[in-house]
């Protein structure tokens, strides 16, 4: 099942520099994307979300973009910091909202 | 800051046992959800649970699982016969609302390991 899915699982950046993950889709029913963050031994952090009504959300260091018909989303993090290293994961809800499909991760690390 | 704690942080069972994992959603939350994550795969989703139901499971959640919210604070899965394949880390989460983008908040997970 790859209703959701992350095709790079590490991504190596420069402190201060933009980091950008990317996620892709198949379910046309996904109304809801979700980016969480993730550290060794802790559960998923929420960072941001966007309704597919939308095409970008803002807040501070991240945005997020969704390209709807190409069932295309991606985080923008600028600048990078070194306490961005995590794994990241994308995620999609349908409008009922009961439950999250999750990407398999991409691991950002950002070198100071 | 409010948080979704969870107990144990590691639990090790012979293949057979009963297993229960417990979970204390943030308190004003009415939303609880079980996922897992098997060790290099996806975070899954298990099952959402409002007013005392399970709005939705997934194929996973089969008759060797059960959810329950027994007082006002906790929220436990039940694995009643625990098989190898049940080895991952287990993740509560909660949320204020349903629908659309509900942020859930997650708990720190309780690894299981099933021998």
């Known amino acids: 099942d790859q209703q959701v899915k992350q095709n790079s699982p590490s991504l190596s950046v420069q402190e201060g520099r933009i980091s950008i993950l990317n996620c892709d889709y198949t379910n046309s029913m996904f109304d809801y994307f979700l980016w969480y963050k993730k550290y060794p031994a802790e559960g998923p952090t929420f960072l941001i979300s966007?309704?597919?009504?939308?095409d970008k959300n803002e807040d501070g260091r991240f945005t997020v973009f969704l390209n709807k018909s190409a069932k295309h989303l991606s985080l923008h993090i600028v600048p990078s910091q070194p306490g961005d290293s995590a794994v990241y994961f994308c995620?999609?809800?349908?409008?009922?909202?009961?439950?999250?499909?999750f990407g398999g991760g991409t691991r950002l690390m950002v070198k100071p | 800051e409010p948080e979704v704690t969870q107990t144990p942080s590691h639990q090790v069972t012979q293949m057979g046992q009963e297993v229960i994992l417990r979970c204390v959603p943030i308190s004003n939350h009415l939303y609880f959800y079980w996922y897992r994550q098997i060790l290099g795969q996806k975070v899954e989703f298990l099952v959402s649970f409002y007013n005392n139901e399970i709005s939705e499971k997934s194929e996973i959640f089969d008759d060797q699982f059960s959810v329950e919210r027994p007082d006002g604070s906790n929220f436990t899965l039940k694995i009643r016969s625990t098989k190898l394949e049940d080895s991952a880390m287990y993740f509560c989460?909660?949320?204020?609302?349903?629908?659309?983008?509900?942020?859930?908040?997650f708990g720190p997970g309780t690894r299981l390991t099933v021998l």
């Open positions: 989460a909660s949320s204020g609302t349903s629908g659309g983008a509900n942020e859930q908040f």
């Open positions: 966007i309704s597919s009504i939308k």
């Open positions: 995620a999609a809800s349908d409008n009922a909202g009961n439950m999250l499909t």
